[in-house]
């Protein structure tokens, strides 16, 4: 067997959720069938949620990829040498527990890849199920640019430092078809191509998405419609697809086109991705707004952020399991500056019952009133990023610092000066915004730091390589290509 990600595995994904169960009847059990899953827009539209509902598993966004595996690699906590997972803040993949986080990660990551390409692959010859043709136009449109997303994390995560010459190194399959034939390792740059393609297709396929007329949407219809296509910002909208874009040119150091993509989202902010105020974060004790939602541009859903919350960052864990930050460090980061929203005790604290002295994290903590829009709400691309995009692309100075400086303001700090380095500002501020959203890791794989900031002391750096940017690709899929 030359492919691994065959049928039988799409089962989980396809059949884990009782709504999926009323429409799914697999005759027989090992294999999928595409003329009852594609009968009617129904079926289409539940596939789709499947692959959005997957994406917040443990193995994927809904922890290895925002709250555990790549906050340890980029030292946002504490993980010293007694901590059950010392290997991983120390790059040594070779462990068990290494081996298995990144194997799980890649096998969940190509199971979500091709189940979107599923969708793709009947797309086209069942078009006429649609009820509107706005709609198969908009469920193809989601799907190129998760495509695009999944694709690239893995190539982030597990690709050659772009920076380097390293480019044109094998890196990833880039999967485009839902079959069972071998798909090569492609080089790094062939894949950004097919990734820029991929968001390319969407984005001319949700040029008139309801988010751009009727914004985010978080509400019923009003009129009692169909609710599939309102909650924008929980799917890949068309102004995700402009922030991937955005992201993806930039990881590319094409930063006259990722400055473009990053300011079409900007000159589209208002009236849809609106930056929080400081009551909005900490004014309501009953519903705290500590993932920004309202700024959120793509983020999922995940029904077991609670259960994730208590797994990583409870206070009650014991010191060799939880995740926290070193209090000294912390300060560092936010120049002890309580000013910030981002910085609040409604997301640092130190318990109050005793079980620890030092803070702990609670961006994702279970909330009083059950009924928030932003509760289980996990933010995966930001408004603020589309700021530090500009701030870093745009050869103006000025302006660039005004980019800035608008995300400082709206976190309740103060203008930067004209004589600010404005390098080393944006990568504080990476730092300070995307605790808990695995994103620093890439920042500073992207611009390849050499020395990363130590998470476990308040001053020390860790030396960093290109062999630990760039974890090997999971054996078992080493052995099936062999």
């Known amino acids: ?18 709504a999926c169960e009323k429409w799914l009847n697999v005759q027989p059990r ?51 040498t007694t901590h059950q997972l010392t290997m991983l803040s ?11 986080r990144f194997g799980m990660l890649w096998r969940e990551h190509y199971k979500l890849v091709a189940n979107v390409n599923l969708i793709l692959s ?23 640019g998760l495509r695009a997303y999944l694709h690239f994390d893995l190539l982030r995560l597990f690709g050659p430092v772009y920076a380097t010459a390293d480019s044109v190194n094998k890196s990833i399959p880039y999967n485009r078809a839902f079959d069972t034939r071998y798909t090569g390792l492609s080089p790094a740059n062939e894949v950004m191509d097919l ?29 009692g419609g169909s609710n599939f296509w309102r909650m924008r910002p929980l799917r890949m909208n068309y102004y995700a697809v402009k922030g991937l874009q955005a992201r993806v040119h930039l990881y590319r150091n094409n930063k006259p086109a990722a400055l473009a993509a990053a300011l079409s989202v900007i000159e589209a902010q208002a009236g849809r991705f609106p930056f929080v105020t400081g009551t909005q974060v900490s004014g309501n004790r009953a519903a ?5 939602h309202t700024e959120v541009l793509f983020g999922l859903h995940d029904m077991r952020m609670n259960q994730k919350q208590l797994a990583y960052f409870d206070a009650e864990l014991a010191p060799n399991r939880i995740l926290a930050p070193n209090d000294a460090r912390l300060n560092a980061i936010y120049e002890n500056n309580t000013a910030d929203y981002r910085f609040s005790n409604v997301i640092w604290a130190v318990p109050g019952n005793g079980s620890k002295t030092h803070r702990c994290f609670y961006k994702y903590d279970e909330m009083e009133r059950k009924d928030s829009v932003y509760r289980n709400f996990l933010p995966l691309i930001r408004i603020a990023e589309m ?20 995300v400082r ?20 501020e990476y730092r300070r915004e995307f605790y808990g959203e695995g994103q620093l890791f890439f920042y500073n794989k992207r611009l390849f730091i050499t020395k990363m900031r130590n998470g476990t002391s308040a001053t020390g750096t860790v030396d960093m390589t290109t062999g630990k940017y760039c974890p090997p690709i999971p054996e078992e899929e080493i052995r099936y290509r062999d």
Request: proline share 5%.
């Open 195 to 223: 990734v820029l393609s991929d968001l390319d297709s969407a984005a001319l396929l949700l040029n008139d998405d309801p988010i751009i007329a009727g914004g985010p949407m978080y509400n019923a219809d009003p009129t």
């Open 387 to 406: 700021y530090y995009i500009a701030a870093e692309c745009d050869d103006n100075p000025e302006t660039a610092l005004a980019a800035l400086n608008t």
């Open 122 to 144: 009947a797309i086209d010859e069942r078009r006429q199920v649609f009820s509107d043709e706005r709609n198969y136009r908009h469920m193809k449109g989601e799907a190129y």
């Open 30 to 80: 090992d294999k999928v069938s595409e003329e009852k899953l594609y009968t009617t827009e129904e079926g289409f539209n539940s596939s789709l949620n499947s692959v959005y509902l997957d994406m917040t598993s443990k193995w994927s966004y809904g922890g290895q990829m925002t709250m555990e595996l790549m906050e340890i690699l980029g030292h946002n906590f504490s993980v010293n």
């Open 288 to 292: 705290p707004n500590r993932v920004f």
């Open 409 to 428: 303001k709206n976190r309740g700090l103060l203008d930067l000066p004209p004589t600010a380095n404005l390098a080393n500002e944006i990568g504080n």
């Open 90 to 100: 120390a790059f040594n993949y070779g462990t068990d527990t290494a081996r298995a």
């Open 1 to 18: 067997m030359k492919r691994k990600y065959i049928l039988p595995l799409l089962l989980p994904a396809l059949l884990g959720f009782s």
